[in-house]
T-cell receptor, first 112, second 112 residues
Protein backbone atom coordinates (compact mmCIF):
# COMPACT_ATOMS: atom_id res chain seq x y z
CA UNK A 1 0.00 0.00 0.00
CA UNK A 2 1.56 3.31 -1.06
CA UNK A 3 -1.11 5.61 0.29
CA UNK A 4 -0.62 8.94 1.94
CA UNK A 5 -3.82 10.63 3.10
CA UNK A 6 -4.37 14.33 3.71
CA UNK A 7 -7.20 16.25 5.34
CA UNK A 8 -8.99 18.44 4.63
CA UNK A 9 -9.18 18.36 0.83
CA UNK A 10 -10.08 22.04 0.68
CA UNK A 11 -9.68 24.84 3.19
CA UNK A 12 -10.72 28.48 3.11
CA UNK A 13 -9.41 30.71 5.86
CA UNK A 14 -9.13 34.35 6.76
CA UNK A 15 -5.85 36.03 7.53
CA UNK A 16 -6.55 35.98 11.27
CA UNK A 17 -7.59 32.34 11.48
CA UNK A 18 -5.65 29.41 12.89
CA UNK A 19 -6.03 26.10 11.11
CA UNK A 20 -4.15 22.83 10.71
CA UNK A 21 -3.46 20.48 7.82
CA UNK A 22 -3.07 16.79 8.56
CA UNK A 23 -1.15 14.04 6.80
CA UNK A 24 -1.06 10.33 7.61
CA UNK A 25 0.78 7.31 6.24
CA UNK A 26 0.86 3.68 7.35
CA UNK A 27 3.73 2.46 5.21
CA UNK A 28 6.28 2.47 8.02
CA UNK A 29 8.07 5.41 6.45
CA UNK A 30 10.27 7.42 8.81
CA UNK A 31 10.74 10.48 6.62
CA UNK A 32 7.87 12.88 5.92
CA UNK A 33 7.72 16.07 3.90
CA UNK A 34 5.61 19.18 3.36
CA UNK A 35 5.57 20.86 -0.05
CA UNK A 36 3.81 23.95 -1.37
CA UNK A 37 2.68 24.02 -5.00
CA UNK A 38 1.42 27.07 -6.85
CA UNK A 39 -0.58 26.68 -10.05
CA UNK A 40 1.43 25.53 -13.08
CA UNK A 41 4.60 25.21 -10.98
CA UNK A 42 6.53 22.28 -9.49
CA UNK A 43 6.24 21.53 -5.77
CA UNK A 44 8.56 23.49 -3.48
CA UNK A 45 9.95 21.75 -0.43
CA UNK A 46 9.03 23.37 2.89
CA UNK A 47 9.97 20.92 5.66
CA UNK A 48 11.48 17.47 6.12
CA UNK A 49 11.01 15.29 9.20
CA UNK A 50 13.27 12.33 9.81
CA UNK A 51 12.47 9.98 12.68
CA UNK A 52 10.00 12.55 13.99
CA UNK A 53 12.64 15.28 14.16
CA UNK A 54 12.74 18.33 11.92
CA UNK A 55 15.76 17.91 9.66
CA UNK A 56 15.15 20.51 6.94
CA UNK A 57 13.38 23.87 7.09
CA UNK A 58 13.64 25.64 3.75
CA UNK A 59 13.49 29.13 5.28
CA UNK A 60 9.73 28.94 5.61
CA UNK A 61 8.00 31.88 7.38
CA UNK A 62 7.06 31.23 10.99
CA UNK A 63 3.36 31.51 10.21
CA UNK A 64 3.78 27.89 9.06
CA UNK A 65 4.54 25.56 11.97
CA UNK A 66 5.10 21.84 11.34
CA UNK A 67 4.60 19.11 13.90
CA UNK A 68 5.27 15.37 13.83
CA UNK A 69 3.42 13.81 16.80
CA UNK A 70 4.39 10.27 15.82
CA UNK A 71 5.91 8.32 12.95
CA UNK A 72 2.63 8.11 11.04
CA UNK A 73 1.35 11.66 11.40
CA UNK A 74 2.48 15.04 10.16
CA UNK A 75 0.67 18.30 10.82
CA UNK A 76 1.11 21.79 9.44
CA UNK A 77 -0.25 24.53 11.68
CA UNK A 78 -1.24 27.74 9.95
CA UNK A 79 -1.61 31.15 11.57
CA UNK A 80 -1.91 34.67 10.22
CA UNK A 81 -1.47 33.59 6.62
CA UNK A 82 -1.35 35.94 3.67
CA UNK A 83 -3.33 35.66 0.41
CA UNK A 84 -0.12 34.70 -1.40
CA UNK A 85 0.01 31.56 0.75
CA UNK A 86 -2.96 30.21 -1.21
CA UNK A 87 -1.70 27.04 -2.88
CA UNK A 88 -1.90 23.25 -2.95
CA UNK A 89 -0.09 21.81 0.07
CA UNK A 90 1.29 18.35 -0.50
CA UNK A 91 2.54 15.83 2.00
CA UNK A 92 4.94 13.03 1.06
CA UNK A 93 6.72 10.19 2.81
CA UNK A 94 9.62 7.83 2.16
CA UNK A 95 11.69 5.19 3.84
CA UNK A 96 14.57 6.82 5.64
CA UNK A 97 17.66 6.73 3.46
CA UNK A 98 15.65 5.91 0.36
CA UNK A 99 14.94 8.40 -2.32
CA UNK A 100 11.46 7.48 -3.52
CA UNK A 101 8.80 9.79 -2.15
CA UNK A 102 5.10 9.01 -2.20
CA UNK A 103 2.70 11.93 -2.27
CA UNK A 104 -0.74 12.51 -0.84
CA UNK A 105 -3.61 14.13 -2.77
CA UNK A 106 -2.97 17.53 -1.24
CA UNK A 107 -4.98 20.20 0.55
CA UNK A 108 -6.06 23.14 -1.57
CA UNK A 109 -5.82 26.24 0.61
CA UNK A 110 -7.41 29.59 -0.12
CA UNK A 111 -6.52 32.53 2.12
CA UNK A 112 -8.93 35.46 1.96
CA UNK B 1 24.36 20.94 -7.37
CA UNK B 2 21.59 19.04 -9.07
CA UNK B 3 19.19 20.54 -11.59
CA UNK B 4 16.52 19.31 -13.97
CA UNK B 5 15.41 20.78 -17.28
CA UNK B 6 12.22 19.69 -18.96
CA UNK B 7 12.65 20.82 -22.52
CA UNK B 8 9.00 21.22 -23.45
CA UNK B 9 6.47 23.11 -21.35
CA UNK B 10 3.55 21.84 -23.44
CA UNK B 11 3.18 18.80 -25.66
CA UNK B 12 -0.04 18.45 -27.67
CA UNK B 13 -0.58 15.05 -29.28
CA UNK B 14 -3.43 13.12 -30.87
CA UNK B 15 -4.89 10.04 -29.23
CA UNK B 16 -3.09 6.77 -30.09
CA UNK B 17 0.03 8.65 -31.24
CA UNK B 18 3.40 8.06 -29.59
CA UNK B 19 4.80 10.67 -27.24
CA UNK B 20 8.17 11.57 -25.75
CA UNK B 21 8.58 14.00 -22.87
CA UNK B 22 12.16 15.18 -22.57
CA UNK B 23 14.15 15.60 -19.38
CA UNK B 24 17.80 16.51 -18.92
CA UNK B 25 19.53 16.59 -15.57
CA UNK B 26 22.72 17.81 -14.05
CA UNK B 27 24.24 16.09 -11.04
CA UNK B 28 27.68 15.73 -9.50
CA UNK B 29 26.75 12.67 -7.44
CA UNK B 30 25.02 9.34 -7.92
CA UNK B 31 21.79 9.89 -9.76
CA UNK B 32 18.33 8.80 -8.80
CA UNK B 33 15.69 9.93 -11.29
CA UNK B 34 11.92 9.99 -11.18
CA UNK B 35 8.89 10.82 -13.28
CA UNK B 36 5.71 11.87 -11.52
CA UNK B 37 2.30 12.57 -13.05
CA UNK B 38 -0.22 15.06 -11.69
CA UNK B 39 -3.79 14.87 -12.92
CA UNK B 40 -5.94 18.00 -12.53
CA UNK B 41 -6.72 18.82 -8.90
CA UNK B 42 -4.77 15.84 -7.60
CA UNK B 43 -1.44 15.07 -5.92
CA UNK B 44 1.65 13.62 -7.58
CA UNK B 45 1.69 9.96 -8.54
CA UNK B 46 4.95 8.10 -9.10
CA UNK B 47 5.14 6.88 -12.71
CA UNK B 48 8.57 5.30 -12.62
CA UNK B 49 12.04 5.63 -11.15
CA UNK B 50 15.66 4.90 -11.95
CA UNK B 51 17.82 4.03 -8.98
CA UNK B 52 20.35 1.62 -10.55
CA UNK B 53 20.54 -1.35 -12.88
CA UNK B 54 18.87 -1.53 -16.26
CA UNK B 55 18.77 1.81 -18.04
CA UNK B 56 15.33 1.10 -19.49
CA UNK B 57 12.74 1.55 -16.80
CA UNK B 58 9.11 0.52 -17.16
CA UNK B 59 6.43 2.25 -15.18
CA UNK B 60 2.70 2.32 -14.73
CA UNK B 61 0.12 3.08 -17.42
CA UNK B 62 2.39 1.87 -20.25
CA UNK B 63 5.08 4.52 -19.75
CA UNK B 64 8.80 3.83 -19.91
CA UNK B 65 11.94 5.92 -19.63
CA UNK B 66 15.56 5.45 -20.60
CA UNK B 67 18.44 6.64 -18.46
CA UNK B 68 21.26 7.91 -20.67
CA UNK B 69 24.30 8.82 -18.62
CA UNK B 70 26.38 10.19 -21.49
CA UNK B 71 23.61 12.55 -22.58
CA UNK B 72 22.42 13.18 -18.99
CA UNK B 73 18.87 12.49 -20.09
CA UNK B 74 15.88 10.60 -18.77
CA UNK B 75 13.18 10.92 -21.43
CA UNK B 76 9.70 9.52 -20.85
CA UNK B 77 7.94 7.64 -23.64
CA UNK B 78 4.65 5.98 -24.40
CA UNK B 79 3.95 4.26 -27.72
CA UNK B 80 0.23 5.10 -27.82
CA UNK B 81 -1.41 7.74 -25.62
CA UNK B 82 -5.00 7.94 -24.41
CA UNK B 83 -7.18 10.90 -23.56
CA UNK B 84 -6.77 9.89 -19.90
CA UNK B 85 -3.01 10.57 -20.11
CA UNK B 86 -3.74 14.31 -20.24
CA UNK B 87 -1.90 15.66 -17.20
CA UNK B 88 1.17 17.52 -15.96
CA UNK B 89 4.36 15.45 -15.89
CA UNK B 90 7.30 16.25 -13.63
CA UNK B 91 10.83 14.91 -13.93
CA UNK B 92 12.84 14.94 -10.70
CA UNK B 93 16.33 14.11 -9.48
CA UNK B 94 17.25 13.23 -5.94
CA UNK B 95 19.27 16.00 -4.35
CA UNK B 96 20.34 13.96 -1.34
CA UNK B 97 19.14 14.43 2.22
CA UNK B 98 15.57 13.84 1.20
CA UNK B 99 15.43 16.64 -1.33
CA UNK B 100 13.80 16.15 -4.73
CA UNK B 101 14.75 18.64 -7.42
CA UNK B 102 11.85 19.03 -9.85
CA UNK B 103 11.78 20.24 -13.40
CA UNK B 104 9.27 22.90 -14.37
CA UNK B 105 6.81 20.34 -15.69
CA UNK B 106 5.43 19.36 -19.09
CA UNK B 107 1.74 19.66 -19.80
CA UNK B 108 0.66 16.72 -21.98
CA UNK B 109 -2.55 17.40 -23.81
CA UNK B 110 -4.06 14.44 -25.69
CA UNK B 111 -6.62 15.37 -28.31
CA UNK B 112 -9.22 13.04 -29.88
Amino acid sequence: DTEVTQTPKHLVMGMTNKKSLKCEQHMGHRAMYWYKQKAKKPPELMFVYSYEKLSINESVPSRFSPECPNSSLLNLHLHALQPEDSALYLCASSHEGQETQYFGPGTRLLVL
Amino acid sequence: AQSVTQLDSQVPVFEEAPVELRCNYSSSVSVYLFWYVQYPNQGLQLLLKYLSGSTLVKGINGFEAEFNKSQTSFHLRKPSVHISDTAEYFCAVSGGGGKLIFGQGTELSVKP
